[in-house]
């Protein structure tokens, strides 16, 4: 079974922080992606990565980063936290052109 | 620009009764369509997909091209279908979705 982990499943840090989450894959997966989820929003694409090194924005990347230095993991970094960065981060991973899988989730918030 | 509309936010129907969540896409190409959940305190999960043309837990979909509707469809709604439903348009050979607001279903004992 595909396992997509998320370092924490709450965080908490304050306005300015540069945040760090990061996301493990254990099938191999070539593509990677970060989300965030807000109620009212739905899922709303931050970046994403089709294989090592390599990183593309999603729809919303302003504001975050991206580092993907081995294939199963792939980081967002937040480089100065707002509390507009406040919400549920989600995870994914896939093969080529198959279903996406995702992690728990990291619930950030920013003080 | 690829668009998911769920037009209903919130959706409560009775244990048994039929149950019908929308989904109305944009996308000038070829598409692919999903429908994921997440169940309370789970990690969203793919529910179906449309090429798949198959049923899971008693939930179909149809592609309609003509209307641009992916609607999900259940006859007899259970309790433990209580959840937050997205439906999900994927491009560049599905490898990015795109998604709804999505929509919380209430199944009422």
């Known amino acids: 079974d595909v396992k997509v982990t998320q370092s924490s499943r709450y965080l908490v840090k304050r306005t300015g922080e540069k945040v760090f989450l990061e996301c493990v894959q254990d099938?191999?997966?070539?593509?990677m992606f970060w989300y965030r989820q807000d109620p009212g929003l739905g899922l709303r694409l931050i970046y994403f990565?089709?294989?090592?090194?390599?990183?593309e924005k999603g729809d919303i990347p302003e504001g975050y980063s991206v580092s993907r230095e081995k294939k199963e993991r792939f980081s967002l970094i937040l480089e100065s936290a707002s509390t507009n960065q406040t919400s549920m981060y989600l995870c994914?991973?896939?093969?080529?052109?198959?279903?996406?899988?995702f992690g728990d989730g990291t619930r950030l918030s920013i003080l | 620009a690829q668009r998911v509309t769920q037009p209903e936010k919130l959706l409560s129907v009775f244990k048994g009764a039929p149950v019908e969540l929308k989904c109305n896409y944009s996308?000038?190409?070829?598409?692919?369509l999903f429908w994921y959940v997440q169940y309370s305190r789970q990690r969203l999960q793919l529910l179906l997909r449309?090429?798949s043309r198959e049923s899971i837990k008693g939930f179909t979909a149809d592609l309609n091209k003509g209307e641009t509707s992916f609607h999900l469809k259940k006859p007899f709604a259970q309790e433990e279908d209580s959840a937050m439903y997205y439906c999900?348009?994927?491009?560049?050979?599905?490898?990015?979705?795109?998604f709804g607001q999505g929509t919380r279903l209430t199944i009422n004992p």
């Open positions: 994914a991973s896939s093969l080529w052109r198959q279903p996406q899988h």
């Open positions: 099938m191999d997966h070539e593509n």
């Open positions: 990565s089709y294989d090592v090194k390599m990183k």
């Open positions: 996308y000038s190409g070829s598409p692919e």
């Open positions: 449309h090429i």
């Open positions: 999900a348009l994927g491009d560049q050979g599905a490898q990015k979705l795109v």
